[in-house]
């Protein structure tokens, strides 16, 4: 069973890159501090990405609150010509690469979404795009689009965990999207092959699966996500996201154990509406979760814990 800590962080709206959300928080362990990348939107909703750091002995304590954006959208026509959401970071040599989701604006489907890459030299402060094109967009497996991507080095194999979108329907006149978690390798972390592979599908609820975070414990991994219904999910608590879980002997054929996530949206508050798009990682003998909230990470982010079983 997880254990809920509250509320970290939402923005206070003072910074014109920063009005509103702190979305798909994200751990990252930086010397004597713990930053927290996350998406955050401006006055047009367009998403870049910066972070604040917290005190490692207590994860309620802001100690720093960046000021600036570490990565915003690209040029015009680009995939990520409308926000630059982080996804996964993952120290390379003495760089840290950052997956990120591409957002760009489509006509009928409201957005399509593609995987990029950016790079930091300088600690995580700034990152800039190994390409200006998306590593991922749809595919033959991939109708729609695809986003928020996990990956993993094991050895001289990258492995990735991602968001594909296969259809829109247009529901209450709303293009609603449909879309899972699939998984592809990479020798090197920029070309990667997809077989079309499903690790976590559809089912008579789940139209859509957020943001998954994988990790291994012992010999099994585990995989947390988020899932919801495709109607009327912004408003109804009963077909809004809520956590999932699921287990694999090898990362790539999952046991979907949603009973077993251990954690549920609050009776009020922050986080009684939604839950969704966290991120876990070991901490301190305990593993950590950071979530977002209601609103899609409009209330903020905040944290839960368990302890790591010896």
């Known amino acids: 069973m997880w254990t809920k800590q509250g509320l970290i962080y939402k923005p206070d709206g003072s910074k014109p890159f920063s009005r509103t959300h702190a979305q798909v928080p994200f751990g990252f362990p930086i010397e004597d501090k713990l930053r927290v990348y996350f998406a955050t939107r401006d006055e047009k909703s367009q998403s870049a990405t910066s972070f604040v750091e917290l005190n490692p002995e207590d994860l309620s304590e802001v100690v720093y609150i960046h000021d600036k954006p570490c990565l915003t959208n690209g040029a015009v026509g680009m995939f990520d010509e409308t926000g630059a959401m982080p996804s996964w970071f993952l120290p390379v040599g003495d760089e840290i690469w950052l997956y990120y989701t591409g957002w760009n604006r489509s006509e009928t489907a409201s957005y399509r979404l593609g995987i990029g890459l950016a790079i930091s030299r300088d600690g995580g402060l700034t990152f800039e795009r190994k390409y200006t094109g998306p590593l991922l967009d749809r595919s033959i497996y991939d109708q729609v689009w695809v986003a928020q991507p996990c990956v993993m080095r094991e050895g001289d194999r990258w492995r990735m965990w991602y968001l594909s979108c296969t259809k829109i329907e247009v529901i209450n006149g709303h293009p609603e999207p449909f879309y899972d978690v699939k998984y592809a ?18 089912d008579e609820f789940t139209d859509a699966i957020g943001r998954p975070t994988v990790y291994k414990d012992g010999d099994v991994y585990k995989m947390y996500f988020s899932f919801r219904n495709a109607t009327n999910y912004r408003t109804d608590v009963q077909r809004s996201y809520r956590i999932g879980y699921a287990e694999s002997k090898d990362g790539i ?10 954690i549920e ?3 009020d508050g922050w986080d009684s509406l939604m839950m969704d798009y966290c991120h876990i990682f070991p901490h301190q003998d305990q593993w950590i979760m950071f979530y977002n909230g209601n609103g899609f990470g ?12 010896g």
């Open 298 to 309: 409009a209330s903020g982010f905040g944290y839960a814990t368990q302890p790591i079983s």
């Open 265 to 267: 949206r609050s009776a």
């Open 185 to 202: 390798e990479s020798a090197d972390g920029i070309q990667w092959e997809r077989t079309g592979q499903v690790c976590v599908g559809y």
């Open 253 to 262: 054929n999952w046991d979907r154990k949603d009973n077993l996530a251990g």
